[in-house]
């Protein structure tokens, strides 16, 4: 997703065959309208804080914590932010490649997404399981505890996951009051149970240092080679041939 003409840092926290992490922090001093923007990737937007407006087309999404923005490559949009606290994302960004086998495989049930050229990109609310599948791969990264067998797996399971949540109709928005009053809330109450996690994997990881563990981490490894079975991760495992093999 470009956003260079707003001032941000941008981390690259991963980077597979067919996608990206990227960690985007917004360092706006002031409230600004972005010029037109626009992206040949398809791209998966977590929003972690803050609060913008989504401009695209005909629509006018209200992003914040608890919500997914899925855009589709070749549109052009508008970023607005409010008063609110500069914004964090997580972008999971796709290769041209993954996001034609993924449109090819939601043609039917997705079709009003995929195959309607009016529809640029959706806003939908994060569901427990993407907000849990999200969290881990955050974790993982940072207790250095992430495998590309694992990475593919848990982004795949995410990409599934969200697309369960895309629907035509549009999500309701709350209220500015409510914006005002609980989103510093609810995004302080998931920092603190981010960190809390954190802290609790890394004593885990330590008090296991002196043990083997090899019987779970095989079947592991065994599970997460049974996931190579889907179209999507058949077309994942294109751009990484040697996938399925154990990198542990």
């Known amino acids: 997703m470009s956003r260079e003409n707003i001032l941000a840092e941008v981390h690259t926290l991963y980077e597979s065959g067919f996608y990206r992490v990227l960690d985007f922090r917004c ?16 791209v998966i937007s977590f929003v972690r804080s803050g609060n913008f407006y989504y401009d695209v087309f005909k629509n006018s999404f ?5 919500r997914i923005i899925i855009s ?21 960004e796709f290769t041209k490649e993954f996001y034609h086998q993924l449109a090819e495989n939601y043609r039917l049930s997705h079709g009003w997404f995929f195959g309607n050229p009016d529809v640029h990109a959706m806003l939908v609310k994060t569901s427990p ?8 791969f955050v974790e993982k990264i940072f207790a250095n505890q992430l495998t590309r067998l694992l990475a593919d797996e848990l982004v795949i399971d995410l990409v599934e996951t969200v697309m369960k949540s895309l629907s035509p109709f549009s999500e309701e ?21 981010t960190h809390h996690s954190l802290l609790t994997t890394h004593h885990r990881a330590d008090s296991q240092s002196n043990h083997q563990h090899r019987q779970p981490a095989i079947r592991e490894d065994q599970r997460l080679q049974g996931g190579c079975e889907s179209n999507l991760r058949r077309s994942a495992t294109k751009s990484r041939p040697d996938q399925c093999e154990s990198d542990l």
């Not at 360092?27 to 398809?42: A, H, I, N, V, W």
């Open 27 to 42: 360092k706006c001093d002031d409230c600004s309208r972005s010029k037109p923007e626009y992206s040949e990737s398809f």
């Open 62 to 66: 209200d992003a914040h914590t608890g």
């Open 72 to 92: 589709k490559p070749y549109f052009e949009r508008v970023i607005q932010h409010t008063e609110a606290p500069p914004d964090k994302c997580t972008l999971f």
């Open 129 to 136: 399981e993407a907000e849990l599948l999200h969290a881990a």
């Open 173 to 193: 928005k709350i209220s500015n009051q409510l914006k005002k009053n609980h989103l510093k809330t609810i995004e302080s109450a998931k920092e603190f149970f």
